[in-house]
């Protein structure tokens, strides 16, 4: 009984791995990936900057453990969606911050005094929050 259903269980896992769309999908470029979770959402820096904090963490965790199994790379697995949007926010801030930064820089060479102020201001106050022990 025991060795027929381990023969079933074979079968049917080669039959999906020789399945010629199993394969397509298992190949797929990252653009034709499908998102099997959306994970938690970063909607500002500072979204993003405690997504980054925990999740962080929370694979930290998984990865000190001695024994890596199919649940924890699971868990893995939806921890990076999370982990995926954080970062696109950051990029997205950081994009900002540099330009507001090169502000400062324009005006600091063209002797733009109020525009070093406004802009260095404005440059601090994002920075910190990625780097709050700058305050």
Do not use: C, W
């Amino acid at each position: 009984m025991k060795l027929t259903s381990a023969v079933a269980i074979v079968a049917l896992v080669s039959t999906l791995f020789m399945n010629p769309a199993f394969i397509k999908d298992a190949v797929a470029s990252d653009d034709d990936r499908i998102s099997h979770y959306k994970g938690e959402a970063s909607p500002t820096l500072e979204a993003a900057v405690k997504n980054l904090t925990e999740f962080n963490q929370k694979l930290e965790a998984i990865l000190a453990s001695d024994d890596m199994d199919i649940r924890k790379l699971a868990e893995i697995h939806q921890l990076t969606y999370t982990l995926e949007n954080a970062l696109e926010r950051l990029e997205e801030e950081l994009e900002t911050i540099a330009e507001t930064l090169e502000e400062v820089h324009i005006g600091s060479e063209t002797g733009k005094y109020e525009q070093v102020r406004k802009a260095g201001k404005e440059y601090l106050e994002q920075i910190r929050k990625l780097l709050p022990q700058t305050q």
